[in-house]
């Protein structure tokens, strides 16, 4: 049977470097693709080498494609994993994030689609992923407001949309995570407007923030 990942998720993450072939199942050892599996499945994918030859792709706990010219988008099907780490970096995988990618609300800690080719605007239902600790979504074409829901990430300890298109002013939810266990927080080039919140005269020594706020 072949799993989810091979059969819905990484065919539309599509590799075009030399040798890549889109209907192939990716190997874990591969450069351009690395799977995160529990260390108890680590010995089968050392001896069949690709995921595939994992009989229940729920298991699959991360994946990552960095410094790649992998393209393609995110598919919804991703959700159906329990992901505890989606990291694409520096890709040029675009579309829209998925506002599926609530469904991860338990497992997901780390989601990582930075300097990519993005577009749309952010999910209100990110603001489901209370188990978040990474959320970077910088250096890509974002639209529209930063969502109020983002408030109810107290687990973030980074936070960084920055280098985006996005408008309006920081949500003082956002602003208040500052507060909690959140340690770097970048706003800065976007078209963002306002007075910045109150909340940031008690901004923690640690906290490294730029919200890059344009005056009213």
Same mark, same amino acid.
């Given at each position: /049977?072949?799993?989810?990942?091979?059969?819905?998720?990484?065919?539309?993450?599509?590799? !075009?470097?030399?040798?890549?072939?889109?209907?192939?199942?990716?190997?874990?050892?591969?450069?351009? $693709?690395?799977?995160?599996?529990? !260390?108890?499945?680590? /010995?089968?994918?050392?001896?069949?080498?690709?995921?595939?030859?994992?009989?229940?792709?729920?298991?699959?706990?991360?994946? +990552?494609?960095?410094?790649?010219?992998?393209?393609?988008?995110?598919?919804?099907?991703?959700?159906?994993?329990?992901?505890?780490?989606?990291?694409?970096?520096?890709?040029?995988?675009?579309?829209?994030?998925?506002?599926?990618?609530?469904?991860?609300?338990?497992?997901?800690?780390?989601?990582?689609?930075?300097?990519?080719?993005?577009?749309?605007?952010?999910?209100?239902?990110?603001? /489901?992923?209370?188990?978040? +600790?990474?959320?970077?979504?910088?250096?890509?074409?974002?639209?529209?407001?930063?969502?109020?829901?983002?408030?109810?990430?107290?687990?973030?300890?980074?936070?960084?949309?920055?280098?985006?298109?996005?408008?309006?002013? $920081?949500?003082?939810?956002?602003?208040?995570?500052?507060?909690?266990?959140? /340690?770097?927080?970048?706003?800065? !080039?976007?078209?963002? +407007?306002?007075?910045?919140?109150?909340?940031?005269?008690?901004?923690?020594?640690?906290?490294?923030?730029?919200?890059?706020?344009?005056?009213?």
């Amino acid at each position: /049977q072949i799993g989810l990942l091979n059969a819905l998720v990484l065919p539309a993450l599509r590799g !075009s470097a030399a040798g890549a072939d889109d209907d192939a199942f990716v190997d874990c050892d591969d450069a351009r $693709v690395d799977c995160f599996v529990p !260390s108890v499945y680590t /010995q089968r994918l050392r001896a069949h080498g690709t995921v595939s030859d994992v009989e229940d792709v729920r298991v699959v706990t991360g994946l +990552r494609i960095e410094n790649s010219a992998w393209n393609g988008y995110i598919p919804d099907e991703v959700a159906s994993l329990s992901l505890q780490q989606l990291l694409l970096i520096r890709t040029n995988i675009g579309g829209t994030l998925p506002a599926a990618l609530g469904a991860l609300s338990l497992t997901l800690e780390h989601l990582d689609v930075s300097e990519c080719a993005l577009s749309g605007t952010l999910p209100t239902a990110l603001g /489901q992923l209370t188990a978040l +600790r990474t959320l970077n979504l910088d250096h890509n074409a974002l639209r529209g407001t930063v969502p109020t829901e983002f408030g109810r990430l107290r687990a973030l300890e980074s936070l960084r949309v920055d280098n985006n298109r996005l408008v309006g002013t $920081v949500p003082e939810e956002v602003v208040s995570l500052t507060q909690f266990q959140l /340690q770097y927080l970048y706003f800065h !080039s976007n078209n963002l +407007r306002g007075v910045v919140s109150a909340g940031l005269r008690s901004l923690r020594a640690h906290t490294t923030c730029n919200l890059g706020c344009s005056a009213d």
